[in-house]
């Protein structure tokens, strides 16, 4: 099945910095990424997402890039606010499978002011 | 539209006690699934669903049961509570559970067991 590794498990960054989150996985059928927000004590939510035929995609401050010959793909957030702190999961359709997400372990976001 | 609803929000059992958590969902999705989250290690499959009638076995099915009589609601059974099922458990559904379909979680069900 589906390996998704995320790393790094904790980031701590400035108010107003960028934050990287990356993440690989293993199966080269996987073809969409979705990235979740999870903040303490609340449920998952979605924050943007990616297909495998897009290399990159743009929300306001949170961007998505793909790079499916390496088999891994990033979250970029810039001008980092308070708000920003959270857990964040990576995670890819299993490939054979529609409807199997595989999460990675999460990365615990904490800007400081 | 309520969305994705759990119950209970809370509940300690004992070992070997049974229980059944609660899933339901107003926005006529197909598909349903079951995650647990532990600390560190993101959140796993336990039992899905494609629509009533037909469920199956995610990453860490054992000591779990799921049946889907309705397209609205996705109950999950432990038969007989362990330690280690304490664990935080979501419901998520969307619309067919096909590739770049949202997944709604619900808030969670917290589950201790002594």
């Known amino acids: 099945g589906e390996n998704v590794e995320q790393h790094p498990s904790t980031l701590s960054v400035q108010e107003g910095d960028s934050a990287v989150i990356k993440c690989t996985y293993s199966?080269?059928?996987?073809?969409?990424f979705p990235w979740y927000k999870q903040e303490l004590g609340k449920r998952p939510q979605l924050i943007i997402d990616i297909r495998s035929n897009v290399g990159e995609k743009k929300d306001q401050r949170i961007a998505v890039t793909l790079n499916k010959t390496a088999k891994h793909f990033s979250l970029h957030i810039t001008e980092t606010q308070p708000e920003d702190s959270a857990v964040y999961f990576c995670?890819?359709?299993?490939?054979?499978?529609?409807?199997?997400?595989?999460f990675g372990k999460g990365t615990l976001l904490t800007v400081n002011p | 539209n309520a969305g994705v609803t759990q119950t209970p929000k809370f509940q300690v059992l004992k070992t070997g006690q049974s229980m059944t958590l609660q899933c339901a969902q107003d926005?006529?999705?197909?598909?349903m699934s079951w995650y647990r989250q532990d600390p560190g290690m993101g959140l796993r499959l336990i039992h899905y669903s494609v629509g009533a009638g037909i469920t199956d076995q995610g990453e860490v099915p054992n000591g779990y049961n799921v049946s889907r009589s309705t397209t609205e609601d996705f109950p999950l059974r432990l038969l007989s509570a362990a330690p280690s099922q304490t664990s935080v458990y979501f419901c998520?559904?969307?619309?067919?559970?096909?590739?770049?379909?949202?997944?709604?979680f619900g808030p969670g069900t917290r589950l201790l067991v002594l």
């Open positions: 998520a559904s969307s619309y067919s559970g096909s590739t770049g379909e949202t997944q709604y």
């Open positions: 199966d080269s059928a996987s073809n969409y």
């Open positions: 926005m006529n999705h197909e598909y």
């Open positions: 995670a890819a359709i299993s490939g054979g499978s529609n409807y199997k997400l595989t």
